[in-house]
């Protein structure tokens, strides 16, 4: 008896194919967050903290009690734009020092403590957000934050720098 051949059964399977388009991120703003002018008072000793809110106008009190405040105190704004729905790693340093302009040897600091409306300092300065839409309007966010003043503190202006970075997850 002869076999003949027989025919191999077909296997078949299915793969899924993925792929995720995410927009540019785009970031603009920043602007400045200014204090204003800050008197001290005469007295021998002081020490006061200012606040400016994270926030698009200030609405709590910015002048510690006893100092002397004029100008207009205001946060840093900033906008996010990209892909809508998309998760997002923010970082905002949560300290930014600021160094007396003109001084000469070693110049004297003073230190920035953050705070922003993206949600409550998490210590780190790293959050995650949902951007609300693809493109304009995007998400706007504020920066502000709060330094304290003493006796120690020696008179001037004050300026310091900082990057906000944004990155997909």
Do not use: W
């Amino acid at each position: 008896m002869a076999f003949l051949p027989t025919a191999a059964h077909a296997a078949s399977a299915n793969a899924t194919v993925n792929a995720k388009v995410l927009k540019p991120l785009v970031m603009t703003g920043g602007q400045t967050i200014d204090l204003g002018s800050i008197v001290t008072p005469s007295t021998a000793t002081f020490s006061g903290t200012f606040t400016v809110d994270a926030a698009a106008a200030q609405t709590t009190t910015f002048c510690a009690a006893g100092f002397t405040c004029t100008g207009t105190v205001k946060s840093a704004l900033f906008n996010l734009q990209g892909t809508n729905n998309a998760n997002i790693t923010l970082n905002v340093p949560t300290n930014v020092t600021l160094t007396l302009q003109g001084a000469t040897g070693t110049p004297p600091t003073l230190a920035l403590t953050t705070r922003n409306s993206v949600a409550a300092n998490s210590g780190t300065g790293n959050y995650t957000i949902t951007l609300p839409n693809s493109g304009s309007p995007g998400r706007d966010f504020y920066v502000g934050g709060s330094l304290t003043i003493t006796e120690a503190t020696a008179g001037g202006t004050y300026q310091g720098t900082f990057t906000v970075t944004a990155d997909y997850q």
